[in-house]
């Protein structure tokens, strides 16, 4: 099974958790993007379990092995390709065909495509496909930031606990630094040992909590994107919701400008060092679907992890009987840690695609003006 995302730059992701392999391909890279190995590494060990605290104990070496599109570290044009293979598998915890875990997709998979799909550690829908997907952006990331293009995310929240939020309009990639400088991904460390108390209340009772991530792009010029169905917000928005779990998006102020007055919420413009900047930020960087040079700032909900250890009811589907099941495995008590990278992963993609867009190609000596 596959699934892409993309219109000038698709990103195609294929593989199941426990199958021998995961993998993703991306096609309308251009030649000449060098790649960091070691930071490509050290970006997708942000998302391997058991790397951070409350995270799963499958951990595995994630050593993304391309199998096209690099020469020598540096893209070539052709597709990239990407390879990562299975290690860590204990399909013997994965039992559920006939008994559907709750809020999974294990019932509704089965009736879209038939009881002989694999869904051992979730199959085709795991979360265990964002790690090529990761490989990629991560080579994307690297392409951005060498332009002056920075994405950056920490833990909103967690259960009840709020962290600092980003400073819509001033935040850079020094507040992206903080975030990676400590053994939590939030701005407050008190706010992170807020988050680790709930957590470790919440594993103790068999049970998970939810979390959200805001994620803020620095660097980006105005003007990439579109009105209407295919404006930044709309395709930041369809891809976020590929990663499983995601319940909701906003944009700057998001819901809460519903409590806000006009004079409120609208950002004045002003002229500072030459360019047009707005005082505040509460839009998120995005006026009518297109960036408008400010910060792009947007946050992305996560239900509580589905997998708990508490028992839950279920149907039989073979007996049509109501019955009971009990989880047991290695998972995340809130996914919204690991998925940081995940959605920069997915911003960096669909802005690189939106640049497409805009210049016909990536450009790789600097970006023109709009």
Same mark, same amino acid.
């Given at each position: 099974?596959?699934?892409?995302?993309?219109?000038?730059?698709?990103?195609?992701?294929?593989?199941?958790?426990?199958?021998?392999?995961?993998?993703?391909?991306?096609?309308?890279?251009?030649?000449?993007?060098?790649?960091?190995?070691?930071?490509?590494?050290?970006?997708?060990?942000?998302?391997?379990?058991?790397?951070?605290?409350?995270?799963?104990?499958?951990?595995?070496?994630?050593?993304?092995?391309?199998?096209?599109?690099?020469?020598?570290?540096?893209?070539?044009?052709?597709?990239?390709?990407? $390879?990562?293979?299975?290690?860590?598998? $204990?399909?013997?915890?994965?039992?559920?065909?006939?008994?559907?875990?709750?809020?999974?997709?294990?019932?509704?998979?089965?009736?879209?495509?038939?009881?002989?799909?694999?869904?051992?550690?979730?199959?085709?829908?795991?979360?265990?496909?964002?790690?090529?997907?990761?490989?990629?952006?991560?080579?994307?990331?690297?392409?951005?930031?060498?332009?002056?293009?920075?994405?950056?995310?920490?833990?909103?929240?967690?259960?009840?606990?709020?962290?600092?939020?980003?400073?819509?309009?001033?935040?850079?990639?020094?507040?992206?630094?903080?975030?990676?400088?400590?053994?939590?991904?939030?701005?407050?460390?008190?706010?992170?040992?807020?988050?680790?108390?709930?957590?470790?209340?919440?594993?103790?009772?068999?049970?998970?909590?939810?979390?959200?991530?805001?994620?803020?792009?620095?660097?980006?010029?105005?003007?990439?994107?579109?009105?209407?169905?295919?404006?930044?917000?709309?395709?930041?928005?369809?891809?976020?919701?590929?990663?499983?779990?995601?319940?909701?998006?906003?944009?700057?102020?998001?819901?809460?400008?519903? $409590?806000?007055?006009?004079?409120?919420?609208?950002?004045?413009?002003?002229?500072?060092?030459? $360019?047009?900047?707005?005082?505040?930020?509460?839009?998120?960087?995005?006026?009518?679907?297109?960036?408008?040079?400010?910060?792009?700032?947007?946050?992305?909900?996560?239900?509580?992890?589905?997998?708990?250890? +508490?028992?839950?009811?279920?149907?039989?589907?073979?007996?049509?009987?109501?019955?009971?099941?009990?989880? +047991?495995?290695?998972?995340?008590?809130?996914?919204?840690?690991?998925?940081?990278?995940?959605?920069?992963?997915?911003?960096?993609?669909?802005?690189?695609?939106?640049?497409?867009?805009?210049?016909?190609?990536?450009?790789?000596?600097?970006?023109?003006?709009?």
């Amino acid at each position: 099974m596959t699934s892409e995302f993309g219109t000038s730059l698709k990103i195609k992701l294929s593989g199941e958790s426990h199958g021998d392999w995961v993998s993703a391909e991306a096609t309308g890279i251009p030649a000449g993007i060098k790649i960091d190995r070691e930071a490509l590494a050290a970006f997708m060990k942000r998302r391997q379990g058991g790397n951070l605290p409350f995270t799963t104990k499958r951990k595995e070496d994630d050593i993304p092995e391309f199998e096209s599109g690099v020469t020598n570290s540096v893209t070539n044009g052709e597709t990239l390709r990407v $390879r990562i293979y299975n290690r860590n598998v $204990r399909s013997s915890d994965y039992g559920f065909s006939d008994t559907p875990r709750p809020s999974h997709a294990d019932y509704t998979a089965q009736v879209r495509y038939g009881k002989d799909i694999d869904l051992r550690g979730g199959g085709h829908f795991s979360a265990r496909l964002t790690a090529p997907l990761c490989a990629i952006g991560g080579v994307l990331k690297q392409y951005l930031s060498a332009r002056g293009i920075f994405i950056g995310s920490h833990l909103y929240s967690v259960g009840n606990t709020r962290d600092i939020p980003f400073d819509p309009a001033e935040v850079t990639s020094f507040d992206f630094e903080k975030v990676l400088s400590g053994d939590f991904p939030v701005l407050s460390p008190e706010a992170g040992r807020s988050m680790k108390a709930e957590l470790a209340a919440a594993a103790g009772d068999g049970d998970s909590l939810g979390g959200i991530t805001e994620i803020a792009v620095t660097g980006l010029p105005a003007g990439l994107g579109d009105p209407l169905f295919y404006g930044v917000e709309n395709r930041i928005s369809a891809a976020v919701f590929g990663l499983g779990g995601v319940r909701g998006i906003e944009f700057g102020t998001g819901f809460a400008a519903t $409590r806000m007055r006009g004079s409120e919420h609208n950002d004045p413009f002003r002229i500072r060092n030459g $360019r047009i900047v707005t005082e505040t930020n509460n839009c998120g960087g995005v006026m009518g679907g297109i960036t408008d040079g400010m910060p792009l700032v947007f946050r992305v909900a996560f239900k509580p992890t589905a997998s708990i250890s +508490k028992k839950q009811r279920t149907v039989s589907l073979s007996t049509l009987t109501d019955t009971e099941i009990e989880i +047991k495995g290695r998972h995340d008590p809130c996914i919204a840690i690991r998925a940081l990278p995940c959605v920069e992963s997915i911003t960096a993609a669909v802005i690189c695609d939106m640049m497409i867009s805009a210049y016909g190609a990536l450009p790789t000596d600097g970006m023109k003006k709009i």
